[in-house]
Every structure is written in structure tokens, then in C-alpha cells.
């Protein structure tokens, strides 16, 4: 059985950079085709992909994100860490990780992490 | 980026209605284009990948297809609504990088 689960602070300052951790179970994040990706979702809005990190270390992000966003694998820990510099207000909602295979349908997906951007 | 446009963004069904939601690409995404349900504070759960490949454990009542041009438009059926369909539905391509989705497709009861 696959499962995941984000962790992460729940209130960040503008500014200031968010680390999320997703901890997966049931899958190697060296098997070949698998992936892990980060989606976000801001109250009443549609989700927003982020960024994904294969079984090869290949990591692409979303273009208009991209230079405030670093993901890495620790295969070891059964980890993926996000970080996102400078954040604003507008970044609040709720982050989610999720197992893919080959980086195209995602599923299942950790419950959520809700984050504030608020001084 | 490829745009993806649901329709409606909302709508009103009974128990036992056959309901339409249905998802157009900016351009092709191929078959790569996948149907996701999420209920209220919950994480999205995926149904249909490529298209029409109904995921394990998804009732039959479920289905995907691709009604009008091939690689843009696209369709989730429910064919007979109950009562814990009740949700949000979204469609996401992984054609091209971003991956994209939807605005969302809300099923509320009548």
C-alpha cells in the first residue's frame, strides 16, 4: 500500500522560505518510472503542479515557479523535500505530494498540508 | 502552457441522473489526459487515466472518452449519479510540462 504525507509549518512569513517534506511508504523512489510530484491548491481554487522529481534524479518545475523552487530525493529516508523561497501572501493553500508513475496520472496523494503567508 | 477548459464549472443533478463533464485542450495532449474527483477537504482521487482506463476499485459507472476532435476534447460520464459522487472533478493533461488542470467541474444535488 502506497502512502504519503507532507509536513511542513503551517504559518510562514512573507518572505521567508516554506520547507515541506513529503514522507512516502510502499514505493522505492529508485524504481525506474516512478516519481513524486508537488501540487498546491489556494481556498476554492484548482490545483496547481509544481514539480516533480523521477527514479533518475530528473526534476522539472513549473516554468513560472521555477526559480523559487528546489526539490530533492532522499531515497535512504523515503523523503522529497520542497522549498520555496520568498513567499507571498498569494502562496497560501494547501500543499500536496503525490506518487506518479512516469510523471503523468498521480495517485494516491498525501492529505495535505495547509499554509499560511501572513505577518 | 496548454490550457485546460471544463464545462460547466458547476452543476445541479439527482440521484440516478446521467451527468456529462467534459474538458477541452488548448491543443493536442495525445491521450494523455486524466480525470481526478475531489471531495471537500480532501485530496484529489484519481478515476480514469489516459483518457478511458477506468483506475482499480473506481465503480463502472464511471467512464472517460474522447466525444469530438481526437487529442482535445475529452468527456467524464457518470451514468447513473449517487449520492457520494457528490464532488469536485478535475481533468489534468501530462502531455507537456507544466502539467496543467482544469478550473474544476462542481456536482452538487438538485
Known amino acids: 500500500q502506497i502512502t504519503l504525507k507532507e509536513s511542513g509549518p503551517t504559518v510562514v512569513k512573507p518572505t521567508q522560505t516554506l520547507t515541506l517534506t513529503c514522507s512516502f511508504s510502499g514505493f522505492s523512489l529508485d524504481a525506474s518510472g516512478v516519481s513524486v510530484a508537488w501540487f498546491r491548491q489556494p481556498p476554492g481554487q484548482t490545483l496547481e503542479w509544481l514539480a516533480l522529481?523521477?527514479?533518475?534524479?530528473?526534476?522539472p518545475y513549473s516554468p513560472s515557479l521555477k526559480s523559487r523552487l528546489t526539490v530533492t530525493k532522499d531515497s535512504s529516508k523515503n523523503q522529497v523535500v520542497l522549498k520555496m523561497t520568498n513567499m507571498e501572501p498569494v502562496d497560501t493553500g494547501t500543499y500536496y505530494c503525490?506518487?506518479?508513475?512516469?510523471?503523468?496520472?498521480?495517485?494516491?496523494w498525501g492529505q495535505g498540508t495547509l499554509v499560511i503567508v501572513s505577518s | 502552457d496548454i490550457q485546460m477548459t471544463q464545462s460547466p464549472s458547476s452543476l445541479s443533478a439527482s440521484v440516478g441522473d446521467r451527468v456529462t463533464i467534459t474538458c477541452r485542450a488548448s491543443?493536442?495532449?495525445?491521450?494523455?489526459l486524466h480525470w481526478y474527483q475531489q471531495k471537500p477537504g480532501k485530496a484529489p482521487k484519481l478515476l480514469i487515466s489516459y483518457v478511458s482506463t477506468l483506475q482499480t476499485g473506481v465503480p463502472s459507472r464511471f467512464s472517460g472518452s474522447e466525444p469530438g476532435t481526437p487529442g482535445t476534447d475529452f468527456a467524464l460520464t457518470i451514468s447513473s449519479l449517487q449520492p457520494e459522487d457528490f464532488a469536485t472533478y478535475y481533468c489534468q493533461q501530462s502531455y507537456s510540462i507544466p502539467r496543467t488542470f482544469g478550473q474544476g467541474t462542481k456536482v452538487e444535488i438538485k
Open positions: 491543443q493536442s495532449v495525445s491521450n494523455y
Open positions: 522529481v523521477y527514479w533518475d534524479d530528473d526534476k
Open positions: 503525490a506518487y506518479g508513475m512516469s510523471g503523468n496520472w498521480f495517485d494516491p
